[in-house]
């Protein structure tokens, strides 16, 4: 909702994340992917989260973020605007719902804004997708950008590595960040390019630039919740800093209940009616 209609002025909204840009305080930002996880971002203090396309390797198991569909980031997106009071909810347009044509990424936007009450969507991509997002903004939707390395075509480079080491690549990331600035985006996330490319980017823009391995001159900073949380394994990127390591805390956990059921310690006289 609208922050000036709702009750609660701590609502984090577009218009503020510019103002923190303006006064130099950073933007903190992490997904999630379900009602429980987003009511203790929120509660934790977390400015953006982001209902990401990440989901599609973090909750469906799948290599890729490209098979996770439509109505699946919208069932997720419900579950975690439930659960937000404070940060700026986005949710990420899945692959396949905005590159075909602007009419589809507005009517495709339009039912994702509808249905889950998000803030704002998110879209990767800079000149290739420009009309599908000045479509969305035009119909008073909030876009963030997304450049660098753009998950959702991975299969066209081929591997995660850093992307936008060359001068080419970096100047049409320049250029597609200036393009998404004047269609109107309030933020751009730029994921895994060099720290001063990214530096850069920040400082020819009046909008935010969000990082994630992108270095610490940038507007802010954000990570996918289950990585920096410890709960996935096998995934060390330089960038990802884990905060927590659930994975022993949850495994450790699992196996005491599985011994205790199995030793009928597990329900004892308290714990039944
Ligand atoms: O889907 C996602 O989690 C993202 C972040 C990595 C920015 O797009």
Redesign the pocket.
């Known amino acids: 909702m609208a922050a000036y209609l709702s009750s609660d002025s701590r609502k984090v909204t577009t218009h503020r994340l510019i103002e923190m840009k303006q006064r130099g305080e950073k933007i903190s930002?992490l997904?999630s992917y379900d009602y429980t996880t987003a009511q203790i971002v929120d509660g934790a203090g977390v400015d953006v989260i982001?209902v990401?396309?990440?989901?599609s390797n973090v909750i469906a198991g799948n290599i890729t973020?490209l098979p996770i569909s439509l109505d699946q980031m919208i069932f997720l997106g419900k579950a975690v605007v439930r659960g937000v009071k404070r940060a700026l909810v986005v949710v990420?347009m899945p692959f396949g719902t905005y590159q075909t044509s602007a009419y589809d990424a507005v009517t495709n936007a339009i039912q994702v804004m509808k249905i889950t009450h998000a803030d704002a969507l998110?879209l990767?991509g800079g000149e290739e997708v420009i009309e599908s997002v000045k479509k969305i903004i035009a119909s008073g939707i909030p876009v963030m950008g997304?450049l660098g390395l753009m998950?959702q075509s991975i299969n066209k480079y081929g591997t995660y590595a850093v992307r936008a080491k060359g001068d080419e690549e970096a100047e049409k990331l320049i250029r597609d960040a200036k393009l998404l600035e004047e269609a109107g985006c309030f933020a751009i996330?730029i994921?895994k390019v060099p720290a001063a490319l990214a530096e850069r980017v920040a400082k020819e823009l009046t909008i935010p630039v969000?990082g994630?391995g992108a270095g610490g001159g940038v507007d802010g900073q954000?990570?996918?919740v289950s990585d920096m949380l410890g709960m996935t394994n096998g995934f060390s990127p330089r960038f990802l800093r884990r905060y927590a390591d659930l994975h022993s805390v949850m495994t450790n956990a699992i196996s005491q209940y599985v011994e205790d059921v199995k030793h009928c310690d597990f329900p004892n006289e308290k714990e039944q009616y």
């Open positions: 930002m997904t982001l990401g396309d990440s989901a973020t990420d998110k990767e997304h998950p996330v994921e969000i994630i954000v990570l996918v």
